[in-house]
């Protein structure tokens, strides 16, 4: 149950896709397939909370095929930024994507979803280490929150996990949904070998806040 979730909103249904790091292990026609895969779900909208283009020779075509599949999604395709969106000339590939329009890139920004009454939020991915990272992560949901109304259920899309933490505290971010850990990519019988990251897999409750890793 969502506090003060508009009506409109209602059974919406979110569907979620991160880390494709296109390259050598999955190319643009395997995007394809596998937003065609996620569209015959059913859901109301897309996520797709960073780590996409990954590859220069690929990335134009991946953005073009992502663009194609927006009206698959009835409240279309939300995209927050990942850190590999700054390697391989991913950021300019995003950029050209926001201004085309078809999806919707949120970089330290919110907006609301048309005849939803919810907002969708999303965060840069913080590079600062040791006691900046905290600070820096701070500054990135302030900015993205600044013009959300303080009553306004908002959905954050954040590539690193422990932006979890900021939306609990903020309150009315009910859900977060992030990336980037790959599940800390080695683990057995379901557990992590290399347990790095805060939140690494899975689902995080926080009082009445919710994150996905």
């Not at 959905?155 to 609990?168: G, S, T």
């Amino acid at each position: 149950p969502i506090k003060n979730l508009p009506s409109e909103a209602d059974g919406m249904v979110i569907a979620q896709i991160s880390d494709v790091h296109l390259g050598t292990y999955f190319s643009v026609e395997e995007f394809d397939a596998l937003l065609a895969e996620v569209a015959r779900g059913g859901a109301d909208l897309l996520a797709v909370t960073g780590d996409v283009f990954d590859d220069e020779p690929l990335n134009e075509a991946a953005a073009e095929v992502l663009a194609a599949h927006a009206g698959d999604w009835r409240d279309g395709i939300w995209y927050c930024i990942g850190n590999h969106e700054y390697y391989h000339d991913g950021r300019r590939i995003v950029d050209a994507m926001a201004r085309a329009g078809r999806v919707r890139v949120v970089l330290n920004g919110a907006a609301e979803v048309p005849g939803r009454g919810i907002y969708i939020a999303g965060v840069d991915y913080p590079f600062a280490h040791g006691d900046g990272f905290a600070a820096q992560k701070a500054a990135f949901f302030d900015a993205a929150m600044a013009d959300v109304p303080p009553d306004a259920v908002t959905v954050l899309l954040a590539h690193h996990p422990e932006f979890i933490d900021d939306a609990a505290a903020r309150g009315n971010v009910p859900l977060t949904l992030t990336g980037h850990t790959h599940g800390s990519q080695f683990g057995f019988l379901g557990l992590p070998l290399f347990p790095v990251f805060k939140y690494t897999r899975g689902m995080v409750r926080i009082g009445d806040n919710y994150g996905y890793v």
